[in-house]
């Protein structure tokens, strides 16, 4: 996922894989704020604990399943935390039990286990501050919804654009209360909601590169 590139490179000369918004004037090199969902379910064969090892670089066992997702040696992982709702149960911040709870959740061989939200961070910025900026997003936008949020700040690959520097947000799909998961909350697919978050990224994104005040 790009972050930052020379807009001619991509007007017409080339092709990329992913959707880029806003695309600037062509000619000039601009800041992209990319953001992409997608779910995580059974039917394509995939589960919660094996997405989070990979995307934490942890080892999470499967209590469902049995099988053991070991990604402890796997590099490029900058930062890493859970985010919840203040009536979330404390196991919550333990990942290994949150994500086995999501998969004990869902008794169904089809079920949607958790959404993937991925972005694009701005490269112009610190650490802390794309730490920050993904915080207080996934904050705004998804916990104080009801969601709980597990979050991965992945440093640029050692082949690729060293400017590569993205998040990935894994999210549950069901309300949550003082004794876990309930029910699914269909309005957390709506179409609409991921134009909104789109948005919400871009304008956020945007924000932090100018610095303080920008909203002022």
Known sequence: VPTYTNAARLCGQGNTRVSLEPLAECGADMAIYHLRASMISRSQGRSATAAIAYRVAERIEDRRTGLVFDYAKRGGVD???????????????????????????????????????????????????????????AQ??????????????????????????HA???????????????????????????EDRREAWSRDAHVALLGPGAEE
């Open 79 to 137: 930062h890493t935390e859970i985010l919840a709702p203040d009536h979330a149960p404390d196991w919550v911040s333990d990942r290994s039990e949150l994500w086995n709870r999501v998969e004990e959740a869902e008794t169904r061989k089809n079920s949607q286990v958790a959404r993937e939200v991925r972005v694009a961070l701005p490269a112009e910025l610190t650490h802390a501050q794309r730490v920050e900026l993904v915080r207080d997003f």
């Open 140 to 165: 705004k936008q998804f916990v104080d919804r009801g969601m709980v949020a597990d979050i991965a700040l992945h440093a640029p690959g050692r082949d690729g654009d060293d400017r590569n520097h």
């Open 168 to 194: 990935h947000i894994l999210l549950t799909t069901r309300e949550i209360d003082p004794e876990g998961f309930t029910t699914k909350n269909r309005d957390w697919n709506k179409a609409e909601l991921l």
